[in-house]
């Protein structure tokens, strides 16, 4: 079992930053990949950014240089550094991590950007 704890979320003006970081109850050294992704209302959940143990990194068009994925396998961590903000990037975002043919889910952080 792997328990996740999402934090940073909030409310931020279009144009602005929010980090996301997302910890691990255990070590994730061993864990293939790792990311967020988010669902808006009345819409599906989506892949936002993952990133494999080899550093590996997959991004949303709709993020894709705007936000960055990083982990910290020291601190078992996986950080989701979002910039230039939009009003569409808004929803409830959740830490999910995936190995040895398991998967694990956060419960969620709200990100809400107004306009």
């Known amino acids: 079992q792997v328990q996740l704890m999402e934090s940073g979320g909030g409310l931020v003006q279009a144009g602005g930053s929010l980090r996301l970081s997302c910890a691990a109850s255990?070590?994730?050294?061993?864990?293939?990949?790792m990311g967020w992704r988010r669902q808006a209302p009345g819409k599906e959940r989506e892949l936002v950014a993952s990133?494999?143990?080899?550093?590996?990194?997959n991004y949303a068009g709709s993020v894709k240089g705007r936000f960055i994925i990083s982990r910290d396998n020291a601190k078992n961590t996986v950080v989701l550094q979002m910039n230039s903000l939009k009003p569409e990037d808004t929803g409830v975002y959740y830490c999910?991590?995936?190995?040895?043919?398991?998967?694990?889910w956060g419960q969620g952080t709200q990100v809400t950007v107004s306009s």
């Open positions: 990133i494999t143990s080899a550093g590996v990194t």
């Open positions: 999910k991590v995936r190995g040895g043919g398991l998967e694990f």
């Open positions: 255990r070590s994730t050294s061993r864990i293939a990949v």
